[in-house]
């Protein structure tokens, strides 16, 4: 087994952070208890800076339907697990690395190939959309949707979209034939 | 039926439902851990009320904070009142935002574009 020089590893991953100005870095399942916490901590982090309370609201709303989406994927990546993946998923939240000092919110987890045409040409449409058609879109969803047994109601992704006026940036990296790695990054601007 | 009161708490609101009056109103932020199990008692027992309506029925909503799985149920409720309201009773739905919260201002519109009831946007200072 390979050593792991720790001091090394601690050094590293700390540099990494503060060069990325990531604030909030987790792997695994989320709860929602942990929603809470993450949510909590950032909205006390956005205050010792006097952040402006509109854009408080907004990164806010994007971590709770983030976390929610990755938790909505928890009982695929059971499944994964046995077969050798761990952990739920990733989230990220900080300024990541830019000029600017606008939030960005981070996800990444494991979803199986066959759901990502779907999911793909989801993300597209609302990309697509502008104000008006994500409002459109909205409403269509909220009418025609139904509520799964996880909660999810297909409208997280709709109203990241119109909350923040970003488009969504994704991306699918092959982990292998029957799997890819789901990341997508949310930027909510500073006013 | 009873008045049923549910305390609202950090993620639930807190509902007030008093059947005999026609009155139903949720304030506070709506982000349960499980959405359907938090409404499924009150669904239920709005299902039950339309059975048998009160001349007029009045809902409130006061909320500073609903996530998007929660905006669904609101949906839901608002169509069960739009059900009694074609039958002929009188529906009033009252949406309560708070100056400074354009998102819970566009909400409510929302609402009343898809819903067929008269709508009351009540704004609040403090």
């Known amino acids: ?191 | 039926m009873e008045v049923v009161k549910i305390a609202g708490t950090d993620d639930t609101p807190e509902v007030k439902i008093d059947p005999k009056k026609g009155i139903f109103e949720f304030s506070g932020r709506s982000l349960p851990e499980d959405v359907l199990s938090f409404y499924a008692p009150v669904l239920q027992l709005i299902e039950d009320y339309i059975q048998k309506p009160a001349k007029n029925s009045e809902v409130l909503f006061r909320l500073d904070y609903f996530n998007t799985a929660s905006s669904k149920v609101i949906l839901d409720i608002l169509i069960y009142f739009e059900h009694i309201s074609k039958e002929g009773h009188n529906v009033e739905i009252k949406w309560f935002y708070h100056q400074d919260d354009e998102d819970m201002a566009e909400a409510g519109e929302e609402y009343s574009e898809i819903v067929d009831l008269p709508f009351e946007m009540q704004v609040y200072r403090h």
Not at chain 1, 35 to 64: C, G, I, P, Q, R
Not at chain 1, 70 to 90: F, P, Q, T, V
Not at chain 1, 114 to 121: G, N, R, S
């Open chain 1, 1 to 191: 087994m390979k050593k792991i020089d720790f001091k090394e590893l601690v050094y590293q991953f700390h540099q990494d952070m503060l060069a990325n100005k990531f604030t909030l870095v987790y792997e695994g399942e989320i709860t929602h208890q942990i929603t809470k916490a993450f949510t909590t901590l950032a909205e006390n982090k956005m205050d010792s800076y006097s952040e402006d309370a509109s854009v408080k609201k907004k990164v806010f709303h994007v971590m709770v339907e983030c976390l929610q989406n990755l938790s909505k994927h928890a009982e695929d990546l059971k499944i994964l697990r046995n077969n050798g993946y761990s952990g739920s998923g990733i989230f990220i939240i900080g300024k990541v690395g830019e000029e600017d000092e606008n939030y960005h919110v981070l996800t990444g987890n494991v979803v199986k190939k066959t759901k990502v045409p779907e999911l793909e040409a989801f993300l597209d449409k609302i990309n697509s959309l502008d104000k008006d058609g994500l409002k459109e879109l909205y409403k269509k969803q909220m009418r025609e949707g139904t509520l799964s047994e996880k909660g999810g109601a297909g409208l997280g992704l709709i109203d990241i979209a119109r909350k923040t006026g970003e488009k969504l940036e994704y991306n699918f990296i092959d982990i292998d034939d029957k799997n890819a790695f789901y990341t997508l990054r949310t930027k909510i601007l500073k006013k």
